[in-house]
C-alpha cells in the first residue's frame, strides 16, 4: 500500500513540473483516473499495475524535463486575469 501511495505522490509532483498547462492538466488528470480504476486490484495484478506505473514515471520524468527545457509561451488559463 505505501509503495502505490509513494508512486502516486511521485508521479503527481513530477507531472506539476511540466512547464505547459494543457500538459500539466492531462497528466493530473490521467495519473488520478489511472489510480482510481486500478484502487481495487490485489495479489499479481496489483503488482503488475505497480511496476507498469514505474515505467510511466521514468517516460514521465523524461517527458517533463524536456518541457522545462523548452518551454513553450503561457497559456490563457495561466495568465494573471484583470477584473474590469
Do not use: C, W
Not at 484502487?39 to 522545462?68: C, N, P, W
Amino acid at each position: 500500500m505505501t509503495q502505490q501511495i509513494a508512486l502516486f505522490r511521485r508521479l503527481l509532483r513530477e507531472a506539476k513540473q511540466f512547464n505547459d498547462y494543457n500538459f500539466r492538466a492531462y497528466a493530473v488528470r490521467r495519473i488520478r483516473g489511472g489510480f482510481e480504476k486500478n484502487r481495487h486490484l490485489e495479489g499479481d495484478a496489483a503488482q503488475i499495475a505497480l511496476k507498469e506505473g514505474q515505467e510511466q514515471f521514468s517516460v514521465l520524468a523524461r517527458q517533463s524535463t524536456i518541457s522545462r527545457l523548452y518551454p513553450s509561451a503561457q497559456s490563457v488559463m495561466e495568465a494573471p486575469t484583470a477584473v474590469v
